[in-house]
């Protein structure tokens, strides 16, 4: 989708309509506002967004040096399909700050083929996912 534009900056997030569609998500059940909160400002946040309005959202809990787990990558059910998680989670391990993490990882249970296609192998288990790559200078 070459008209959407991603963004880090957090003041432009649609709190409310990120964190209700986590919560409604398999994985975000019984999560709260206030634990999204925290999360959220705990976290390398990314956005996506179609004139303006948010359409994609996603985070990496990171050190920001090694490791990084990638988390809540989720695109708006009318957006899917369209290749926007595929561009925030490119967007999240190309960010300035994370040009040193060698670990990336992440949990799935339905959107293997998505992170595939960025280099992710699944582990044995079929649920965790990895991607390791060589450290920038």
């Given amino acids: 989708m070459p008209d959407c534009e991603i963004s880090f900056d957090v003041s432009r997030f649609?709190?409310?309509a990120t964190s209700d569609l986590l919560?409604?998500?398999?994985?975000?059940?019984?999560?709260s506002d206030?634990?999204?909160?925290r999360a959220f400002a705990n976290s390398l946040c990314v956005g996506a967004y179609l004139d303006g309005k948010q359409i994609g959202f996603g985070r990496a809990i990171t050190d920001r040096t090694v490791f990084a787990y990638l988390a809540d990558i989720i695109v708006w059910p009318e957006y899917r399909g369209r290749g926007i998680g595929t561009r925030l989670v490119q967007a999240l391990i190309d960010h300035p700050d994370c040009t040193t993490v060698t670990h990336w990882s992440l949990s799935t249970n339905d959107a293997h083929a998505v992170y595939e296609k960025l280099g992710f192998r699944?582990?044995?288990?079929?649920?965790?996912?990895?991607?390791?790559?060589?450290?920038?200078a």
Avoid: C, N, Q, V
């Fill in 34 to 37: 206030e634990l999204h909160r």
């Fill in 122 to 136: 699944p582990s044995t288990d079929g649920r965790y996912m990895r991607l390791d790559r060589i450290a920038a």
């Fill in 23 to 31: 919560m409604a998500s398999y994985w975000g059940s019984g999560r």
């Fill in 14 to 16: 649609d709190f409310r």
